[in-house]
């Protein structure tokens, strides 16, 4: 049944998630930015400048530990398709019907799969429901069993604690194709680690986007972070490069280092970041101390996709999921925690600063199911 909805579906499911516009690159040097900064000059730069409210970024700890609850409910809200499917569609599973029967068990996988978890996926969490399935006897124990097996696959997704690097500062790389949001995480982290007293500097090596410079400076501004630059079209591993010099200079905790958007089948693009790892550890010899990749939980399956292969071709050591706050179906966070086997480190469902938080597998599981 699953193999014959997929292949029905593929042609649906395989939607492109981002594009990556070939930009003409000019001669680089050292500048800093004179005057308002540009407008939005390339299609993707719509998504990766949402505006948001006005906040001062260094309140404090109490200020993010408030914004939790509230999180929670948009996370909920964003989540109801997923809901939806794996409630009010399983209690109809069950009408008429006292126990769960074969028909019940094909209704409810081709559900799972259309609430983006995927076909191996699915599968899996099927075999371990079909187990249970003599202990089951109406929606509200085939809801708990599903909540309770999907929490096993995400579990260990859950971050540990970041192990102390041997030499300050920290630096994280961070990943994505045009479009998932890339910029706005950066700057989110930018806020989040200044609201706790660290000192950070971002590093703008996304040479090669139309106004991707600018908009990141208005997210540094924003956090209160330094800024290192270049000019449009400069090579990205120099940016990388003096952006270590100055934080270390400069005695700073966290380096942020944004790269340039793009597709993970650019051969010359993905050789491109490993350069920028490479230039990296010759500042920092254990640097960069994460790789993180931003995944649109909009794009489904396709974010999967991606994830394996910039694991494949850089080494990830932790995703970022960002746009779960409506058109997303959640199954996509299960499908990529439970085939990556990598830390889920952050989940956003807005613009907001706040709108961004670490990833919680309980409350991410009451929140879907």
Same mark, same amino acid.
């Given at each position: 049944?699953?193999?014959?909805?997929?292949?029905?579906?593929?042609?649906?499911d395989d939607?492109?998630?981002?594009?990556?516009?070939?930009?003409?690159r000019?001669?680089?040097?050292?500048?800093?930015?004179?005057?308002p900064p540009a407008?939005?000059g390339?299609?993707d730069?719509?998504?990766?400048?949402?505006?948001?409210?006005p906040?001062?970024?260094?309140?404090?700890?109490?200020?993010?530990?408030?914004?939790?609850?509230g999180f929670?409910g =948009?996370? =909920?809200?964003g989540?109801?398709?997923? =809901?939806?499917?794996?409630t009010?569609?399983?209690?109809d599973?069950?009408l008429?019907?006292k126990e *769960?029967d074969?028909?019940?068990?094909e209704e409810?996988?081709?559900r799972?799969?259309t609430?983006?978890?995927?076909?191996?996926?699915t599968?899996?969490l099927?075999?371990?429901?079909s187990?249970r399935a003599?202990k089951?006897s109406?929606p509200?124990?085939l809801?708990a069993? /599903?909540?309770?097996?999907i929490?096993s696959?995400?579990?260990?997704a859950?971050?540990h604690p970041?192990?102390k690097?041997?030499?300050?500062?920290?630096v994280?790389?961070?990943?994505?194709v045009?479009?998932?949001?890339k910029t706005t995480?950066?700057?989110k982290?930018a806020a989040r680690a200044?609201?706790?007293? %660290?000192?950070?500097?971002?590093?703008?090596?996304d040479?090669f986007?139309?106004a991707?410079?600018?908009q990141?400076?208005?997210?540094?501004k924003r956090?209160?972070?330094?800024f290192?630059?270049h000019?449009d079209g400069?090579?990205?591993?120099?940016?990388a490069?003096?952006? /270590?010099e100055a934080? /270390?200079?400069?005695?700073?905790?966290?380096?942020?280092?944004?790269?340039?958007g793009r597709l993970?089948?650019k051969v010359?693009?993905?050789?491109e970041?490993?350069?920028?790892?490479?230039t /990296?550890?010759?500042k920092?010899p254990?640097?960069?101390?994460?790789?993180l990749?931003v995944?649109d939980?909009?794009?489904? %399956?396709?974010?999967?996709?991606q994830?394996?292969?910039?694991h494949?071709?850089?080494?990830?050591?932790g995703?970022?999921?960002?746009?779960?706050?409506?058109t997303?179906?959640?199954g996509v966070?299960?499908?990529?925690?439970?085939?990556?086997? *990598?830390?889920l480190?952050y989940i956003g469902?807005g613009?907001?600063i706040?709108?961004?938080?670490p990833f919680d597998?309980? %409350?991410y599981v009451d929140a879907?199911?």
């Amino acid at each position: 049944m699953a193999i014959r909805w997929f292949k029905k579906n593929k042609s649906g499911d395989d939607a492109s998630a981002s594009r990556a516009g070939e930009e003409s690159r000019e001669n680089a040097d050292v500048d800093s930015p004179k005057g308002p900064p540009a407008a939005a000059g390339s299609d993707d730069s719509a998504q990766e400048s949402e505006p948001i409210e006005p906040k001062t970024c260094a309140a404090g700890d109490q200020q993010i530990e408030e914004s939790k609850s509230g999180f929670f409910g =948009r996370l =909920r809200k964003g989540l109801s398709k997923t =809901r939806e499917i794996l409630t009010t569609d399983i209690d109809d599973l069950f009408l008429g019907k006292k126990e *769960l029967d074969a028909a019940i068990l094909e209704e409810l996988e081709e559900r799972l799969i259309t609430a983006d978890l995927g076909v191996q996926t699915t599968m899996a969490l099927m075999e371990k429901i079909s187990k249970r399935a003599r202990k089951i006897s109406g929606p509200q124990d085939l809801k708990a069993a /599903i909540k309770e097996e999907i929490l096993s696959m995400i579990v260990g997704a859950k971050p540990h604690p970041p192990e102390k690097p041997a030499s300050r500062p920290r630096v994280i790389l961070v990943l994505g194709v045009n479009g998932v949001g890339k910029t706005t995480t950066i700057g989110k982290l930018a806020a989040r680690a200044a609201s706790e007293g %660290q000192k950070v500097l971002i590093a703008a090596a996304d040479t090669f986007r139309a106004a991707a410079i600018e908009q990141l400076e208005i997210w540094a501004k924003r956090a209160g972070a330094d800024f290192v630059r270049h000019k449009d079209g400069a090579d990205p591993a120099a940016v990388a490069f003096d952006s /270590i010099e100055a934080a /270390i200079a400069r005695d700073m905790d966290l380096v942020l280092v944004d790269t340039a958007g793009r597709l993970h089948t650019k051969v010359n693009l993905m050789a491109e970041l490993k350069k920028i790892k490479r230039t /990296i550890g010759k500042k920092i010899p254990d640097a960069p101390h994460e790789s993180l990749l931003v995944l649109d939980a909009t794009t489904g %399956q396709n974010a999967l996709s991606q994830a394996k292969l910039f694991h494949e071709e850089v080494g990830i050591t932790g995703l970022v999921m960002t746009k779960l706050d409506g058109t997303a179906k959640g199954g996509v966070v299960v499908s990529v925690c439970n085939s990556m086997q *990598l830390p889920l480190h952050y989940i956003g469902v807005g613009e907001k600063i706040d709108d961004l938080q670490p990833f919680d597998p309980e %409350q991410y599981v009451d929140a879907i199911v």
